[in-house]
């Protein structure tokens, strides 16, 4: 049995501000972007892992939610309280550089982390943390 990750999901508020930092900051490229009963969901992804897909989605993309529910998800992603994705890249430091530049909100600057990685992180628009790690260099 072959089993890998095809997709996975970053809740975002605001789709044309997600593609600002996530294709012309992070060099994702666009695969999918599509609307569905009110709602839109972008696939992005590495052009390294074209089998591996980003979908942005809102908060909470269920049509059959509750005002209730969406506000609550929509509130714990403005406070960064969702999870966060964790991205390698081969230049830790250059990509801190690349997307500080840009304007990226810096939760923490590269460091050598016990764990064995290079690590670095930011929130992007709408709030959600994301690493880049970088396997330490012996």
């Known amino acids: 049995m072959n089993i890998k990750l095809s997709q996975c999901f970053i809740a975002v508020d605001d789709h044309d501000k997600a593609l600002a930092f996530y294709r012309d900051v992070l060099g994702l490229e666009v695969r999918n972007d599509v609307g569905f009963e009110g709602m839109r969901w972008v696939t992005v992804g590495a052009p390294s892992q074209p089998d591996v897909e980003i979908v942005l989605e809102p908060p909470l993309a269920d049509p059959n939610a509750s005002p209730a529910d969406k506000k609550a998800m929509a509130e714990l992603l403005a406070k960064g309280l969702l ?16 997307i500080r530049a840009a304007g990226g909100e810096v939760l923490q600057e590269p460091i050598d982390q016990p764990y064995g990685v290079r690590d670095c992180a930011f929130r992007d628009p709408s709030g959600t943390m994301l690493r880049f790690s970088q396997p330490r260099r012996q």
């Open 83 to 98: 999870r966060g994705v964790i991205f390698s890249t081969d230049d830790c430091d250059a990509t801190f550089e690349r």
